[in-house]
């Protein structure tokens, strides 16, 4: 199955760390009760951060984000941000390959917050992050109800169960497409 779209420009970075984006879509409303402290988590396709930081946040000093995107550009915004922020120590940053997350160690919890409709190969891109998750993990998947039709959204959720994910929950997040799976 293939996603495919298009990717997201670090030219257009600042537009994805905007004050207008948390009043939709605010991180820590959307991940409560996910992410604790000392947790390893991952933000795939983390983009400049705007989930990255939050999540530094709430796995605190002991815990560790791995960021993972495709463009350096975008890593080394989030970079910038994380040292601003004072939250550097706790994020990891790792850049994937086109077809690849690449190795990362495993996780409590996985983000993929609208990134799965641009990767090339959905079900493999699944296949990498369940091999992540530890026993007991989870992972929320969000997609744009814009850019993300029903029919493909259905058949992305019936990838992730061929892939060994199981869905938990809808995990309701708003203008979005989104479900909580475990392994």
Known sequence: MAGGGDL???KHAGFLTTPLRRLISDPKRILAGLVEPGMTVVDLGCGPGFFTLP???MVGQQGRVIAVDLQEEMLAKLLKRADARGL???IQPHQCA???IGTIPPVDFALAFYVVHEVPDVEHFLGEVRAA???GAQFLLVE???H???EHWEATVVAAGRCGLRPLS???VRFARSSLFGV
């Open 133 to 135: 998750l530890k026993d």
């Open 55 to 57: 999540l530094a946040e």
């Open 88 to 90: 550097s120590a706790r």
């Open 8 to 10: 997201c420009p670090a």
């Open 98 to 100: 086109a077809d690849t």
């Open 170 to 172: 809808g995990h309701n």
């Open 144 to 146: 744009p109800k814009c």
């Open 148 to 150: 993300v039709t029903r």
